[in-house]
């Protein structure tokens, strides 16, 4: 809740600190209805900051201080200051220590930001400014330190105690209770900081590391969930070889756990030797767990693994370098995935991520660079920008220096910053003095904000058998209103003849005539390059891979995009052609609409979609993503003004269409994928996942037709199915038909098999708000009274009310508002409970600009209703204030 007037904070400001910590001691005293906290800091004047001993300003919040103590003087109330969020002390020599008692309340902690209770299991979470609610000291990431933590606990109710680095000790006391102790050998700061105590079980594995060390490995779980860690511990392991083998990067302690919990207000934290995660994000097996959540388990256990290096080792200077570590850390875990599974798919799904959220967070209020440059509350830039975005730019580098001399890069920006809290600027300069080049115009990318458009004109001279290509860049305005200068833009590309064959390319002035593809360095606002010795007009291949997230134009008419998607030897073009493809089918069917004409579908996307299915030799989960049509939300961000009803009607109009014509290939592939899942254990490796993608794709077009012969296979895949990604599917399908006996007793008998199970309720959860029948929201709120729904578990307002805004939009846009009203409603609630969480469902409502007229009105007066219903978190108003602005 805020205390005082939430104020902008500027990167221009930042200062060395006045004091360093070398050592901090902890000691936590857990009870029942309060904690208490005792440090220890061991500080000395920063030699960096310059001369004199000026105050001494810790940062705490919601803290009742009990004692404070200066070296060996107990200090009395006119010995320092207190505010809601400081403690200020003056010392008097160069080197000192600073011992406080706090008291602190985790068991009413419903902000799940600093020590709180999940269930009845105590845990953390720091990042980025909560470790000043558990005691007094400087929250900033380049104050780093050694930390010795001791915790004591009923012995009963919490046998486990963990903190971060290596066990040193433990025994019992006389009164039940029982204490811990665990030392960090590598200095930290103290949003990395962890401590858990529960009754939790676990599974052990170990490593041996590239060196032959022996690594401890541990999951730790509530005992009914001790069934589901085998997958995490899989993709761990898988996690530490490939870090090794792709980075060089070794594992540095003697132990690395994982914590599972319930409550958590994001994916995982990569805590010091202890990275504690969402529940969602540890727990999979075949039975309850989708393909796509097995995925998600092993990327988030790869990312919080990789921040070991980028992120731990090599830190934060400020919160501003954010990016620093999270746009790197998403760049290998996608490297990882890519590696684990298949390039392109991994791409392709990564890339219409970006599309469809990045984009529009850049193009509303809250756009803000990779690097952002002022912040009211951290929390909220916890964002697709640092993080996807951020992955983008650091791609583009891998791109542009080839993969060894990135390699070359990285390995002198570990060894350089070991130890370090660095900027950006810092990881850049470790790229080009490794590679000898000067990366002054390429950052820009962390600086400016908003998604650059890059329109491409071709022209071709037959007589000089010349073929020019001419970019045109240009980025929109953005909230922070600074004039855009021209970014460097890879553009990956090929050139196709007639046949489909790829053309040898040489720029005017080269040698000779090389690679096929390559990459063209864009760098000004308009750049034409020139082809020599090309026979015959080519067609182009542009932006392969999506080598940069911009927005790039180029006019191909349709037959161009099909032969593209035929004949183009990058297999994420031959997607993105198919996409391209639908946008035009799907944008000429809205006008259609909005006419109030009779919807006619080309018939070129069914003959391009007829002879994807019929590709026996295709990737079977390229099949899938190739007969996946853009979603309403990418239609909504490439719209000028998103018109909810002609996007959703003219949608589900080609998804009938196609489900009639394409009936028998699709319902033949249906069945031979579905014969083999019938005779094959479940599997969680992607040629199974690919079968099961194509399998489902096709059972959900299928049941458009409404024939009974689907409706019938549907039931017998909810039945039988061995694994949650066909049962859920098959759910799926059936709450989004008409067939209303089935769909209840369904819903009914799932529900009832996987009451005990709260990752299962969350699917059941989603699958009913995601649907775009009418009645949504009155569904919506129905299921909040269900028993097994509650708003102050993060998960469960993802599922509902997140899949609900988000996913729904049909129902969520409403012409009459009930959306809206809905989601404000929730938010103010929210707010008083859990900020982030309120901060982050406000999204959808920031989104107004792209409304008509009579949805804009109603949007704003709900933001305007959160604005004025009283003490807002700094969290909800920076959002609401800025989208207001
Ligand atoms: N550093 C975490 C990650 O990338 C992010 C995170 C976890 C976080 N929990 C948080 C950020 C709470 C802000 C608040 O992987
Ligand atoms: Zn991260």
């Known amino acids: 809740m805020r205390t005082e007037q939430p104020k902008m904070i500027y990167l221009k400001d930042y200062q060395v600190p006045d004091y360093l910590i070398d050592e901090t001691h902890l000691t936590f005293e857990l009870f029942e209805d309060h904690t208490l906290v005792h440090a220890q800091l061991v500080m000395r004047r920063n030699p960096a900051a310059g001369a004199g001993l000026p105050p001494l300003v810790l940062d705490g919040q919601l803290l009742e201080l009990l004692s404070v103590q200066l070296d060996d003087r107990v200090l009395s109330g006119n010995d320092y200051q207190i505010d809601a969020s400081h403690l200020t002390l003056h010392p008097a020599s160069e080197r000192f220590s600073v011992d406080t008692s706090v008291k602190i309340h985790p068991e009413t902690n419903t902000a799940l930001e600093g020590l709180y209770k999940s269930g009845t299991m105590f845990c953390t979470q720091c990042e980025a400014e909560g470790f000043r609610k558990i005691t007094y000291y400087l929250d900033r990431p380049d104050v780093m330190s050694k930390f010795t933590t001791t915790v004591i606990a009923e012995q009963h109710r919490y046998p486990v105690l963990l903190s971060n680095g290596n066990p040193v000790g433990n025994g019992p006391q006389d009164d039940g209770r029982h204490w811990a102790t665990w030392e960090d050998p590598f200095m930290k700061p103290a949003y990395l900081f962890a401590l858990v105590a529960g009754d939790l079980w676990c599974v052990e594995d170990s490593f041996a590391t590239m060196s032959g060390r022996n690594v401890a490995l541990r999951i730790y779980v509530e005992p009914e969930n001790i069934d589901k860690c085998q997958h995490a511990m899989n993709s761990l392991k898988k996690s530490m070889r490939?870090?090794?083998?792709?980075?060089?990067?070794?594992?540095?302690?003697?132990?690395?756990?994982?914590?599972?919990?319930?409550?958590?207000?994001?994916?995982?934290?990569?805590?010091?030797?202890l990275n504690i995660f969402n529940s969602s994000a540890v727990l999979a097996r075949a039975e309850t767990a989708t393909d796509a959540a097995h995925q998600r388990v092993e990327a988030i256990v790869a990312h919080e693994y990789f921040h070991n290096w980028s992120g731990n080792r090599v830190t934060c200077r400020d919160w501003f370098q954010l990016s620093l570590k999270e746009g790197f850390t998403v760049f290998r875990d996608a490297g990882f995935s890519a590696d684990m599974n298949s390039r392109t798919v991994k791409r392709i799904q990564d890339v219409a991520y970006l599309r469809t959220h990045q984009f529009a967070e850049d193009a509303g209020p809250m756009a803000h660079a990779v690097r952002p440059d002022s912040f009211i509350e951290i929390s909220n830039f916890y964002t697709l920008t640092v993080y996807e975005k951020g992955s983008e730019v650091v791609g583009m580098i891998h791109t542009l220096l080839g993969a060894e001399g990135f390699r070359k890069g990285s390995d002198l920006y570990f060894q350089r910053h070991d130890g370090q809290a660095v900027t950006c600027d810092d990881f850049v300069k470790a790229m080009e003095d490794a590679n000898g080049v000067d990366f002054t115009q390429f950052k820009r990318?962390?600086?400016?904000?908003?998604?650059?458009?890059?329109?491409?004109?071709?022209?071709?001279?037959?007589?000089?058998?010349?073929?020019s290509l001419t970019f045109r860049q240009s980025c929109p305005q953005t909230p922070d209103k600074q004039e855009k200068l021209p970014f460097v833009i890879p553009v990956e590309i090929g050139l196709l003849d007639a046949r489909g064959a790829e053309i040898a390319l040489q720029l005017a002035g080269e040698a000779a005539a090389g690679a096929t593809s390559r990459v063209l360095s864009v760098t000004e606002a308009e750049q034409t390059f020139i082809f020599v010795g090309i026979a015959a007009k080519p067609l182009p291949s542009l932006l392969r891979g999506f080598s940069a997230p911009v927005k790039l134009g180029f006019p191909y008419d349709r037959d161009q995009l099909m032969f593209l998607m035929q004949h183009d030897s990058d297999g994420f073009n031959r997607w993105d052609a198919g996409q391209q493809l639908s946008v035009q089918v799907l944008q000429e069917l809205i006008g259609q609409h909005q006419q109030g004409q009779a919807l006619v579908l080309d018939p070129r996307l069914v003959t391009a979609l007829r002879s994807v299915l019929g590709n026996e030799q295709l990737d079977q989960a390229m099949v899938a993503e190739m007969l996946s049509l853009p979603g309403e939300a990418y239609l909504t961000e490439i719209s000028e003004v998103a018109d909810v009803e002609a996007i959703h009607t003219a949608r589900e109009f080609v998804r009938r269409q196609l489900a009639e014509q394409l009936f028998d290939g699709l319902w033949q592939r249906y069945q031979a994928n579905r014969a083999v899942s019938k005779t094959t254990a479940?599997?969680?490796?992607?040629?199974?996942?690919?079968?099961?993608?194509?399998?489902n794709i096709a059972l959900s077009y299928l049941m458009l037709s409404g024939r009974p012969e689907v409706l019938a296979a549907t039931l017998e895949q909810f039945e039988t199915a061995d694994n949650m990604t066909e049962r859920l599917t098959a759910l799926a399908v059936l709450v989004n038909s008409p067939f209303e006996a089935e769909k209840a007793l369904a819903l009914a008998s799932f529900a009832e098999h996987f009451k005990d199970n709260p990752l299962v309720m969350d699917q059941w959860f989603s699958v009913q708000a995601g649907s775009p029948l009418p009645g949504g929201l009155q569904r919506v709120k129905a299921l909040m009274e269900h028993p097994a729904f509650t708003i102050r578990n993060p998960n469960k307002v993802r599922a509902l009310i997140g899949a609900f805004a988000g996913q729904n939009l049909i129902n969520f846009h409403a012409a009459d508002g009930s959306g809206y009203r809905f989601l404000a409603d929730l938010v103010i609630q929210l707010n008083a409970l859990n900020p982030q969480i309120a901060s982050r469902q406000l999204a959808p409502l920031t989104r107004w600009r792209k409304y008509d007229g009579a949805r804009q009105a109603l949007m704003k007066a709900e933001l305007e209703r959160i604005r004025g219903s009283g003490e807002l978190s700094a969290d909800v108003y920076e959002v609401v204030s800025k989208s207001l602005a």
């Open 242 to 273: 490939w870090d090794e083998e792709v980075y060089g990067r070794e594992y540095d302690l003697d132990i690395f756990m994982i914590v599972a919990v319930n409550d958590f207000n994001m994916g995982a934290m990569e805590n010091k030797g």
């Open 445 to 467: 990318w962390y600086s400016q904000a908003g998604t650059p458009r890059l329109a491409v004109s071709e022209s071709y001279d037959a007589s000089a058998k010349t073929y």
């Open 682 to 695: 479940y599997v969680a490796e992607n040629e199974h996942f690919a079968r099961r993608a194509l399998q």
